[in-house]
């Protein structure tokens, strides 16, 4: 097999990562502030959502005290960044078990959505999301393998919110690329535009077309579909 081409960023002037307390943002923000280590930033700032958590933080990190779920609670977190210096935004904020259910799309969707419109606005370099399976469902049996065009499905209420966030983020990046587009007037971008709305119209589709649930059992006998079990007819 070819290998694919690994091209490596000069590292930015700060990080500002969500989610900071976390299981996966506690693990990320001690790759990112070991001194010693390859992947070492020069200037971190980290999201919590309350002042007790503060102290959990490593002591070279900046923590900032806010709440993904309004534009206002995400001011600090953006302010005071240095004209030009160049800024990489994790988003690992989100809720599994919530009080209530609302907050899975408070949190895990519309916080996606007011953490990305304030990255947008400061000009951020780059955008990461920290997203899950659970918007593709679970697998039918367990060698089965989540594939990069795998239609959404969502599992649960989190997924489904997962999934919302992904779809949103996919939206402004949409709406990105039209201005772009506007101003420029390039081709490749229309192509691209294109090519996006292509693919995400497949994989909105596709959970209908491969439900089998509506099929006859004379339809299914004559594919050789059983449902549920691991099948190229399924």
């Given at each position: 097999d070819r290998a694919m081409p690994v091209t490596f960023r000069d590292f930015p002037d700060m990080t500002i990562v969500t989610g900071a307390t976390g299981w996966f943002g506690r693990a990320l923000l001690t790759v990112l502030t070991d001194s010693a280590g390859t992947h070492h930033r020069r200037s971190v700032r980290a999201l919590t959502t309350?002042?007790?958590?503060?102290?959990?933080?490593?002591?070279?990190?900046?923590?900032?005290?806010g709440d993904v779920r309004t534009?206002?609670?995400?001011?600090?977190?953006?302010?005071?960044?240095?004209?030009?210096?160049?800024?990489?935004?994790?988003?690992?904020?989100?809720?599994?078990?919530?009080?209530?259910?609302?907050?899975?799309?408070?949190?895990?969707a519309r916080g996606t959505a007011n953490v990305a419109a304030k990255a947008r606005a400061a000009g951020?370099?780059?955008?990461?999301?920290?997203?899950?399976?659970?918007?593709?469902?679970?697998?039918?049996?367990?060698?089965?393998?989540?594939?990069?065009?795998?239609?959404?499905?969502?599992?649960?209420?989190?997924?489904?919110?997962?999934?919302?966030?992904?779809?949103?983020?996919?939206d402004a990046v949409g709406k990105l690329n039209q201005r772009h587009l506007e101003s420029t007037g390039d081709p490749e971008i229309e192509t691209r535009i294109s090519q996006y709305e292509l693919a995400y119209r497949m994989q909105a589709s596709l959970p209908d077309l491969v439900d089998l649930r509506g099929e006859s059992s004379a339809t299914l006998d004559m594919y050789g579909a059983v449902p549920g079990k691991a099948s190229f007819a399924n």
């Open positions: 309350t002042s007790a958590a503060l102290g959990e933080l490593p002591a070279d990190v900046e923590a900032v005290v534009s206002a609670g995400l001011t600090d977190l953006f302010a005071d960044i240095p004209s030009g210096h160049s800024i990489d935004v994790i988003h690992a904020a989100g809720v599994i078990h919530p009080a209530t259910p609302s907050d899975w799309v408070e949190v895990n951020v370099r780059r955008f990461v999301h920290v997203s899950s399976n659970s918007p593709f469902g679970i697998n039918p049996h367990p060698t089965d393998l989540f594939r990069n065009d795998e239609p959404y499905a969502p599992y649960l209420g989190y997924g489904r919110s997962k999934m919302l966030a992904e779809l949103r983020l996919l």
